[in-house]
């Protein structure tokens, strides 16, 4: 099986691997692949992620940074959709579930909630027993302009 050399991405020194893993590995070893910059970050992100409620904006820069990784990928994922080369299970299952955080699956649908309040004395009987019998959704019917006499 032939083999080649490559220069580590994160302390420099050259190592061996297969030929048919020198566009994967990266990295000479497990420390240098957790130690490497963006994979540090990319962890910071998911702990902070998990101890705090983003915003929304942090949200979205979160978002942009996984595009940026996206990014990295498509070329690959490109040449393995054309058969070129070949990812694992793995590798594959990784990459779609990254895609899903920067493009949703467009079959969800869009859906946009209207509320409005009501003064406890504004609510009709109805309106007042079906809140009472527990039904989620009250319909409310449209009055005419009433005019005011003077």
């Not at 691997?17 to 490497?36: I, L, N």
Request: net charge neutral; hydrophobic share 35%; aromatic share 4%.
């Amino acid at each position: 099986m032939a083999t080649v050399v490559i220069t580590c991405e994160t302390c420099k020194k050259e190592f061996s691997t297969k030929a048919y893993h020198k566009d994967r590995r990266k990295f000479c070893s497990m420390q240098c692949r957790k130690t490497a910059p963006h994979l540090k970050k990319a962890s910071e992100m998911t702990a902070l992620a998990s101890r705090e409620k983003l915003t929304p904006a942090e949200s979205g820069r979160i978002r942009a940074e996984i595009a940026t990784y996206m990014r990295d990928q498509l070329t690959d994922a490109h040449l393995v959709v054309m058969g070129t080369k070949e990812w694992n299970p793995t590798q594959a299952r990784v990459f779609g579930m990254l895609l899903n955080k920067v493009v949703p699956d467009l079959n969800h649908s869009f859906n946009q909630h209207e509320h409005s309040a009501k003064t406890l004395t504004d609510l009709s009987r109805d309106e007042l027993e079906a809140i009472a019998q527990g039904v989620s959704e009250i319909e409310v019917e449209s009055i005419g302009v009433i005019e005011h006499e003077d």
